[in-house]
């Protein structure tokens, strides 16, 4: 192999560019000519491919998001679509690419590798949910924005004796909303896994108010039946706790854009560098995560499409403190 690429694809994840960075410069050690492709799959079919020295990745690894750009490109799924990507790869020389990203990214990656590319991926996305990987790039800083986003609100809250609900990214999975909800001592985590009535939770606020708390905090997770402000339309206009107010925070796409964390940083380095060492050992085919601090490695038909649960251990403890 003499050509390797790397592209990030789906949502950027703090850390990705700390992978992007590893990734060049072990290719570069191994006498690899190093090829970046911008704006993820959508660049790939359109041949949008930028050679990368160790220069062109200095500076970055401190920076969230992605030098890269990414995209979602519903056309990379078609039958059309994967056969003008692997012309524009083979047109280009290039003989093996790297896929930073999550569930969906790395669907396309087994798609590639079911057309006989050599393909590595690399577990990136801030919702953990992907199989694979104990933790993936992005979760710890996503989770330290939520944190100290709970933690500014507590002390609005105490003071102005009020329920805040605090939405957390995570459409299909609840992992950020419940993991913030136990480090940040909420009252309560609603999550997309986990069936809940608003009748419920209602009841469960005011008991929290009853045994003398000064607030209560609830973390919603963007997927769940309810959203955080959908959560306060439903309690204001059903009146379920009289003369009660409630607040929505919305975080959004302010936990995809923070300076990456130690953690994050560490763990995108790491990640890349296996990934390359996976690629010219020649074991194709796989995504590289961490499992107990060390790096493996799983083939990516075993991933794609496979839900990763929630620990229910983690859910126990979440409804054991929320007292």
């Not at 003499?2 to 006498?31: C, E, K, Q, Y």
């Not at 669907?107 to 590595?120: I, T």
């Not at 949910?129 to 986003?149: F, H, Y």
């Not at 606020?205 to 039946?225: D, F, M, S, T, W």
Request: aromatic fraction near 6%.
């Amino acid at each position: 192999m003499r050509n390797l690429a790397v592209l990030t694809s789906g949502g950027d994840a703090p850390g990705m560019n700390a992978a992007i960075r590893a990734v060049v410069r072990t290719g570069l050690s191994h006498g690899l000519n190093m090829w970046g492709v911008r704006r993820g799959y959508a660049g790939l079919i359109e041949g949008d491919f930028r050679r990368l020295g160790a220069r062109d990745v200095g500076g970055i690894i401190q920076h969230g998001g992605t030098v890269l750009g990414t995209s979602r490109s519903p056309e990379f799924m078609t039958h059309d679509g994967l056969e003008l990507a692997m012309h524009r790869l083979r047109g280009t020389g290039i003989e093996g690419l790297i896929v930073i990203g999550g569930n969906g990214s790395q669907r396309g990656s087994e798609a590639l590798h079911r057309l006989g590319f050599p393909v590595v991926g690399i577990a990136s996305t801030i919702d953990n949910d992907l199989s694979g990987s104990d933790v993936t790039i992005g979760v710890d800083t996503a989770l330290n924005v939520a944190l100290n986003a709970i933690d500014n609100l507590k002390v609005t809250a105490s003071s102005l004796q009020r329920t805040f609900l605090v939405e957390v990214m995570g459409r299909h999975c609840g992992y950020l909303a419940l993991m913030s909800g136990i480090a940040g001592g909420a009252e309560a985590v609603v999550l997309p896994e986990v069936e809940f009535t608003p009748e419920a939770l209602a009841v469960h606020i005011l008991q929290c108010y009853e045994r003398g708390k000064p607030h209560v905090i609830v973390v919603v997770a963007e997927g769940a039946k309810y959203n955080a402000e959908g959560l306060c339309r439903y309690f204001s206009e059903k009146n379920l706790i009289p003369g009660h107010e409630f607040r929505s925070t919305v975080l959004g796409y302010v936990q995809r854009g923070a300076t990456p964390t130690c953690a994050d940083r560490l763990l995108g380095t790491h990640l890349g560098v296996e990934a390359v060492e996976q690629m010219v050992a020649g074991r194709y085919g796989v995504l590289v995560g961490i499992h107990k601090s060390e790096p493996i490695t799983t083939p990516l038909e075993e991933i794609v499409g496979k839900d990763k649960p929630l620990d229910p251990w983690f859910l126990k403890m979440a409804e054991m403190l929320a007292r």
